[in-house]
């Protein structure tokens, strides 16, 4: 009597659980599908055209799969479940590479790879022994502390050996470049809680230093305006537990009118700020139209008569609309699209003053500058 009712039990269960699955089953079908995850900024697969040869090919099955695993009913709640599950039940310290710590989210990058930094610093002495030597007036580099320098030692979390990742810069670079040291000006407050990124309505001070070391005074008399979309950062998504996304805000002044922006790559001009890209998936994009190989800023009501050249990554984005008011002219160059060979074809360094400014991240992983 006994096992008949364990098997009856075991049955209703298996029955429960299989109507749950094809409930939904069900669901995930006849709902709208969603056209993209906010919290993963990426498209998600859509529901495959059924045909004969697709369902031959296999082709059908393998986009069936990836549409029924991107459309999953209730998808970003059992992320976040998940997440939560490793977190407080296994004691996990990160999940995906990101940890949290009072309220900001953080990827882990350790140990320090030497070897990728060195071939960053051998890149850029290339271009500065291709390009700059005899043309260039002064040239500089500034490295920026990614989030894990104000958090991973207070959190017990590895991270990289920052004063060593300086010193190799420093024996490879000097004494032809400048070091300008940004570090002491930033603080964790400076960048976003949900993105690897520098906020830039508190970047005005590590402007006005950074611009001072290369000899250009900055005004501070900004307004900020804070875009209506909330902003759901690269670590968002990552993490896949609650947190509160965070605003973006940008800062204008009347001079910033007159600045022209120009897109080597679109041949278009556009203002310091594209707010077109406030409708999509990154609103960092927002600053200076996202990754973009190569554009200038002219500034026809500039403080002085000089031009810039930034060699750099995305941090570049938020910071050079600040500099634009000590320069009549800024050139953004980035070698993770712009090949180094090729960037003699498109820049004049000719009494140019010319900043290399990288993320130590995009240094410990340099893979990507060409």
């Known amino acids: 009597m006994r096992m008949k009712q364990e098997k009856l039990q075991q049955g209703l269960t298996l029955a429960l659980l299989g109507l749950v699955g094809l409930g939904l089953a069900v669901w995930a079908w006849l709902r709208p599908a969603d056209a993209l995850s906010i919290s993963e900024r990426r498209k998600l ?7 004969v040869q697709s369902v031959q090919s296999g082709q059908w099955m393998q986009k069936f799969e990836s549409y029924s695993l991107d459309q999953f009913p209730l998808r970003d ?4 479940l998940k997440a939560a599950v490793q977190l407080g039940v296994f004691c996990q310290k990160d999940n ?17 790879h030497t070897d990728s930094v060195e071939r960053a610093a ?3 002495l ?9 043309k260039a007036e002064h040239v500089y580099y500034a490295l920026v502390p990614d989030k894990n320098y104000f ?3 207070s959190g017990g979390y590895p991270a990289l050996d920052y004063e060593k990742l300086a010193q190799t810069m420093r024996q490879k670079l000097s004494p032809g470049m400048t070091e300008i040291d940004l570090f002491g000006t930033l603080s964790l407050n400076c960048y976003y809680r949900t993105d690897p990124h520098w906020r830039q309505e508190a970047l005005v001070p590590t402007a006005q230093y950074l611009a001072g070391q290369m000899g250009v005074s900055l005004g501070d008399d900004y307004s900020e305006t804070t875009l209506q979309r909330p902003y759901y ?3 968002y998504g990552y993490a896949a537990l609650p947190m509160q996304p965070d605003a973006l805000t940008y800062l204008t002044s009347a001079r910033m009118a007159d ?3 120009t897109n080597y790559e679109s041949g278009r001009e556009s203002p310091v700020y594209d707010l077109d890209k406030a409708a999509g998936n990154d609103l960092y994009e927002v600053f200076l139209s996202g990754p973009v190989s190569l554009l200038t800023i002219q500034n026809p009501n500039a403080r002085s008569h000089r031009k810039l050249v930034i060699f750099r990554d995305s941090f570049g984005s938020s910071l050079a609309p600040l500099l634009a008011e000590g320069y009549s002219e800024i050139t953004l160059v980035d070698i993770r699209y712009l090949p180094s060979a090729r960037v003699g074809q498109f820049v004049d360094f000719t009494g140019k003053d010319v900043l290399f400014l990288y993320s130590t991240q995009v240094l410990n992983n340099s893979e990507a500058l060409k």
């Not at 697969?45 to 045909?51: E, I, V, W």
């Not at 995906?96 to 320090?112: I, R, T």
């Not at 290339?126 to 005899?134: A, N, R, S, V």
Request: net charge positive; no cysteine; glycine share 10%.
């Open 233 to 235: 950062g690269l670590y």
């Open 259 to 261: 600045y022209t922006v």
């Open 77 to 80: 709640t059992l992320r976040g």
């Open 96 to 112: 995906n590479g990101v940890y949290l710590q009072n309220g900001y989210a953080s990827k882990l990058d350790y140990p320090l």
């Open 122 to 124: 051998d890149k850029f």
């Open 126 to 134: 290339q271009l500065q022994k291709t390009y700059l030597e005899g």
């Open 151 to 153: 958090m991973a030692p």
């Open 45 to 51: 697969a859509q529901k495959p055209a059924l045909s």
